[in-house]
């Protein structure tokens, strides 16, 4: 008996996603199959567009599973990719499947699509079903392979520019990265470039000042003027664009051995050093994973790199005041340690030392490594171990999507040989390759989930650290949804454990992401549901609010460059009172390496032309109701989080706001 069912296709709103190829699909049910039919109209597929058909089968087809989708091109015209978003189909019951999609469909291939309902690998209950995640998974593992860039970093996804990975994964038109990293428009856009073709020092201040104008830029007005501030320069530790690396201090290490008699100006009488220490009130931040590290040479002119330490004390008016800074690891009379008491300049230059210091592991570890590589290691793994129908590819996709495109760029412009690293950052060459390595040695599972991270720091109960704050609510909204979606589908903590897909995911990411190091303290198995929920709301947080808080202000905190200078063209100081103004100056990068550095962060902080903000799923992969309750709550405790940070910041002369829900991406896509 036939039977006619109403099918409508949906194309993507993106400018290209249209087709004028020739279109066929047909339907899979439980009993029987369609024939093939072909999708016919005069204009094509168009952008945006939606088209319902009906198909007449010769057969009732019983549950509708799956839709297959086909294309062929025209004979004399080039192949016309085409962008397919959704599929509902409409059987003669009036019962309406829906087939999310959000895939291209490139040259004469197939995409088949599986009916909308989330399910795990137990609940694929026919042969038709079996067949179709033993092909998606294979044909998933063909187009997304692990490569290496340098061992001892997290792995990689294989191809060597973005054309080479699969269109699913590259960006759309509105995005397109060569529009993102376009350095020529942007040194035209800053003014900068009449600097490009140079390579000197600057004279002065003042001639950095001219070279550009800020004043559009609040808080990179507000930098260039306290920037040489002992409160401000406490203050970005905490809120600048390097918020995550302070730590309380308790016991002095014994390679920093600062004295009572050293701070006491700083302390102010009735206390001691000691006293504080056991108070609470001393921090310290340690950059001692750059010592030793060979620094670049650029233009064959050798650079400098130091591993600083500085000491700040919490003063009684909740100010953070740096009292110490040794600019290299190992004590002794030629490494004297700094203190606000000594001359202007001496105390300027040893707090330019730590600025520069912060910016190689700003770059490198807490924003390439820690968001960058590791949402590559999670989409990949995502990719190849978890087909669209598992909720947690529903839940996780919309938080990797075009970081592979990100990431391949990066590596292809930024970190590659001759790239902006080399370029332009003391860092360069063999540094950024040693750093990396030594960061992924020292990563663990602890430092990525943020409660766990500020408890190991100590920094629970320091004032005025608004990204600690912003972050744990934005963790706590995540972490609530997180928890509401898995028990959705996982009813107890047997369901996780017998979940052998996301069993392999959890250990491909162990092992091709964190090179199965058992001392990171990363989890290769999921035996219950708090487990796994912890471990999906680090990777949504990481992907999200933690790149959204290094990322987002680069350029407000480092396009004047004495705040954030990216390399230092003159050895440090080994004895105090012999500094002098003009010492600074040849210090500082050359104006060659300052246009470089802020044409790229200026890129790199720029808003997108086309953004997916945190909790707006625009791609609706789930389709039953109790999931899509979830989002709306999610929705909501991220609005009262915007009500929170927004009432806190009236009352702010520098106002916090990179971890506002609506000023952060779902994803690592820029």
Known sequence: MSA????????????????????????????????????WTLSGLYCGSSKTMTIESKHELGEILLVKLYKDKHLLLPEDSWYCQYVTVKAPNNTVYNFPCYSWLVDENTLTIIEGK????????????????????????EAYQWSTFVPGIPRNIKAENTTDLPKDAQFTVGRKLNLVFNIDSAF???GLNPLKASQKMWNNLGEIRKSMDLSKVPIAA?????????????????????????????????KFPVTDEM?????????????????????????EMLDGIPANSICGKQQCLEAP?????????????PIAIQIRQEPGPQNPIFLPSDSKYDWLLAKIWVRHADMQIHQLVSHLLETHLFAEIFCIATLRKLPNAHPLFKLLMPHLKFTLHINTSARQLLISEGGVFDQAFSTGGIAKVQILQRATEQITYSSLCLPENIASRGVGKLPKYYYRDDALKIWSAINRFVENIVKIYYKDDATVLGDSEIQEWATEIFTEGFLARQSSGFPTTFHTRAELIKFLTMIMFTCSARHAAVNSGQY???????????????????????????DIMCTLPGTLETATV???????????????????????????AEPQACIEAFQKDLQQVTLEIEKRNENLELKYEYLLPDRIENSVAI
């Not at 069912?5 to 020739?22: H, P, Q, S």
């Not at 042969?127 to 033993?134: A, D, F, G, Q, V």
């Not at 790229?600 to 707006?616: D, Q, R």
Request: net charge negative; glycine share 6%; hydrophobic share 30%.
């Open 4 to 39: 006619n069912y109403e099918v409508t296709l949906d194309t993507g709103d993106d400018c290209n996603a249209g087709t004028i190829d020739k279109i066929y699909l047909s339907l899979v049910g439980s009993l029987s199959s369609s024939d093939k039919f072909r999708v």
């Open 263 to 287: 701070v006491t100006p700083s302390l102010g009488p009735g206390t001691t050093l000691q006293e504080e220490l056991q108070k609470g009130n001393i921090y310290i931040v340690d950059y």
């Open 222 to 254: 507000y930098v260039l003027k306290h920037w040489k501030k002992d409160t401000f320069f406490g203050y970005q530790f905490m809120n600048g664009s390097n918020p995550q690396l302070i730590k309380q201090c308790t016991h002095l290490p014994s």
């Open 556 to 582: 407000d905190w480092g396009s004047w460059m004495p705040n954030n200078p990216s390399t230092m063209q003159k050895p440090a100081p080994s004895e105090k009172g012999k500094t002098v103004k003009s």
């Open 309 to 321: 330490m500085c000491l700040l004390y919490l003063n009684p008016e909740n100010e953070l005041i």
């Open 188 to 190: 035209l856009d800053l």
């Open 598 to 624: 802020i044409a790229t962060i200026y890129l790199l902080s720029k808003t997108p032309p086309s953004t997916a903000k945190l909790g707006i799923y625009v791609e609706e992969r789930f389709t039953e």
């Open 118 to 141: 989330a399910r795990r690998r137990c609940d694929y209950q026919s042969p038709i079903l079996e067949e179709h995640w033993i092909n998606e998974i294979q044909s998933r593992q």
